[in-house]
T-cell receptor, first 109, second 111 residues
Framework: GQNIDQPTEMTATEGAIVQINCTYQTSGFNGLFWYQQHAGEAPTFLSYNVLDGLEEKGRFSSFLSRSKGYSYLLLKELQMKDSASYLCAVRGRDDKIIFGKGTRLHILP | DTAVSQTPKYLVTQMGNDKSIKCEQNLGHDTMYWYKQDSKKFLKIMFSYNNKELIINETVPNRFSPKSPDKAHLNLHINSLELGDSAVYFC??????????FGPGTRLTVL
């Protein structure tokens, strides 16, 4: 079957660093996405990885290891506005995108 | 300059009714999607269209029928609404096999 696992909730402190992990088992692999979703809003794109390694984009970085079926999203210098759900999603062989259930991140002052 | 727009934003209706949700994108993308996000916030793909042609059709009851009159529009019609259809429905579009841009969502409540 196809499965994407990520922690349900995490808590971190303003100014700190947090790493959100995602593991996946899918039928084929054509890329992994991270999205941010604030409560009551639409998901917004954060990153896309198709090759192994680290992609850095400002305070956010995303890492992929295809052999391990593993990715993480790293958020640095956390701000209160980073409180949101973070969704890991994988595009499979058939180009269908499967989403994980999301990780709700709480930032404490 | 809305990129992906949906109407209506909120929809409250009785069981058994038929309703439609409209989606439009002005990004010139070839591919459009419908997703359902349930009360547990689980986002699940329903349909995907590429240049007006259906390419992904998940295991969705046939009460749900998408229609794409042109590549900028993808509408969703739902017949005989049921309580379990209550959810937020997101439309999205993408230029290729990467970034998806989501619409603001339509919150459907079936009473």
């Amino acid at each position: 079957g196809q499965n994407i696992d990520q922690p349900t909730e995490m808590t971190a402190t303003e100014g700190a660093i947090v790493q959100i992990n995602c593991t996946y088992q899918t039928s084929g692999f054509n890329g992994l996405f991270w999205y941010q979703q604030h409560a009551g809003e639409a998901p917004t794109f954060l990153s896309y990885n198709v090759l192994d390694g680290l992609e850095e984009k400002g305070r956010f970085s995303s890492f992929l290891s295809r052999s391990k079926g593993y990715s993480y999203l790293l958020l640095k210098e956390l701000q209160m506005k980073d409180s949101a759900s973070y969704l890991c999603a994988v595009r499979g062989r058939d180009d269908k995108i499967i989403f994980g259930k999301g990780t709700r991140l709480h930032i404490l002052p | 300059d809305t990129a992906v727009s949906q109407t209506p934003k909120y929809l409250v209706t009785q069981m058994g009714n038929d309703k439609s949700i409209k989606c439009e994108q002005n990004l010139g993308h070839d591919t459009m999607y419908w997703y359902k996000q349930d009360s547990k916030k689980f986002l699940k793909i329903m349909f995907s269209y590429n240049n007006k042609e259906l390419i992904i059709n998940e295991t969705v009851p046939n009460r749900f029928s998408p229609k794409s009159p042109d590549k900028a529009h993808l509408n969703l019609h739902i017949n005989s609404l049921e309580l379990g259809d209550s959810a937020v429905y997101f439309c999205a579009s993408s230029p290729a096999l990467d970034t998806q841009y989501f619409g603001p969502g339509t919150r459907l409540t079936v009473l």
